[in-house]
């Protein structure tokens, strides 16, 4: 089955400890992209990378890293997290060739930070 | 800058009925619109897309059409069921971006009652 899987699903970490959320894709996709959601705000892009070893800013990149040093997989990291990244984030993965016609969506990470 | 605006919700609406979501948009030029739903607990799914003015998109009985004059894409469904009940993104991708960065609404979560 196509899928993007991310993991975990839920987390509760303290504030400043390094955490890695893993999104892996089986679609040999070259797009990979990183979302948070947080209500009123909706979706808003953290990182995204359009192929290995070339990745970019989004829109709210700030106290996050990403890497993609394989094509399937893009890992969301957060070296010292904070109470403001608390929030839903999603991986989401497209065929750069149809980019247009819409992504693959994780099913989400949850993530408290305390 | 490029933004999508949703009405809010929740909207509640009583099984078969007429179902509409707006959607405005702030853009150069002609984006591509998408609208994506999330039904609980799971990532988002693409419900339908339009790459050009006066086009319409459609998908499990929704449709929206593309009015560049209004600069709208509404979301509408004839006869709504208990399973339509999810959250409804409306979404757009600027000209010259090839789809890679995507800018989101808010969200209108939708409840339809049996």
């Known amino acids: 089955e196509a899928q993007v899987t991310q993991n975990p699903r839920y987390l509760i970490t303290v504030t400043g400890k390094k955490l890695t959320v893993t999104c892996s894709q089986n679609?040999?996709?070259?797009?990979m992209s990183w979302y948070r959601q947080d209500p009123g705000l909706g979706l808003r892009q953290i990182y995204y990378?359009?192929?290995?070893?070339?990745?970019d800013k989004g829109d709210v990149p700030e106290g996050y890293k990403v890497s993609r040093k394989e094509k399937r997989n893009f890992p969301l990291i957060l070296e010292s997290p904070s109470p403001n990244q608390t929030s839903l984030y999603f991986c989401?993965?497209?065929?750069?060739?149809?980019?247009?016609?819409?992504?693959?969506f994780g099913s989400g990470t949850r993530l408290t930070v305390v | 800058g490029d933004s999508v605006t949703q009405m809010e919700g929740p909207v509640t609406l009583s099984e078969e009925a007429f179902l509409t979501i707006n959607c405005t948009y702030t853009?150069?030029?002609?984006?591509?619109l998408f609208w994506y739903v999330q039904y609980p607990g799971e990532g988002l799914q693409l419900l339908l897309k339009?790459?050009?003015?006066?086009d319409k998109g459609s998908n499990k009985g929704f449709e929206a059409t593309y009015r560049k004059e209004t600069t709208s894409f509404h979301l509408e469904k004839g006869s709504v069921q208990v399973s339509d009940s999810a959250v409804y993104f409306c979404?757009?991708?600027?000209?010259?971006?090839?789809?890679?960065?995507?800018?989101f609404g808010a969200g209108t979560r939708l409840f339809v009652k049996a």
């Open positions: 853009a150069t030029g002609y984006p591509s």
């Open positions: 679609m040999n996709h070259e797009y």
């Open positions: 979404a757009l991708s600027p000209p010259g971006t090839g789809g890679f960065k995507t800018i």
């Open positions: 339009a790459t050009k003015a006066d």
């Open positions: 990378s359009m192929n290995v070893e070339v990745t």
């Open positions: 989401a993965s497209s065929a750069l060739r149809d980019s247009l016609d819409g992504y693959t």
